[in-house]
């Protein structure tokens, strides 16, 4: 059964898409390929990285509001946590469309 989702892309994420698109149907004359054959293909084949994910959508205050909450805390140790996921989460740089076009699909 097919369903329909509604999905914001960021500029760089659209634009990487729409490459992806452009490439696939490049030379290609038996057929089409749209942009829902590219995400779906992307969605069935990828192996995501969980935990950078959350690491990425860590919102610190509400982590700091979650530790305070806790009874028996070491808040050394939660500072120095949540310090390295900040660092963590800001150094991450963002695919591009180059390097999208060298990863298997």
Do not use: C, Y
């Not at 490439?23 to 779906?40: K, Y």
């Not at 982590?63 to 140790?77: E, M, Q, V």
Request: hydrophobic share 45%; net charge positive; aromatic share 2%.
């Amino acid at each position: 059964m097919k369903r329909k989702l509604q999905v914001i892309l960021t500029d760089d994420s659209w634009m990487t898409l729409d490459g992806i698109v452009n490439e696939a149907n490049l030379d290609f004359q038996s057929g089409s390929i749209n942009m829902s054959d590219v995400v779906n293909e992307i969605l069935l084949t990828a192996k995501i990285d969980i935990r950078a994910l959350q690491i990425k959508h860590t919102n610190v205050r509400r982590s700091l509001r979650n530790l305070a909450s806790k009874k028996d805390i070491d808040i050394d140790l939660a500072i120095k946590s949540l310090m390295e996921i900040k660092a963590a989460s800001q150094k991450r740089p963002a695919k591009t469309q180059i390097a999208m076009k060298g990863a298997e699909l």
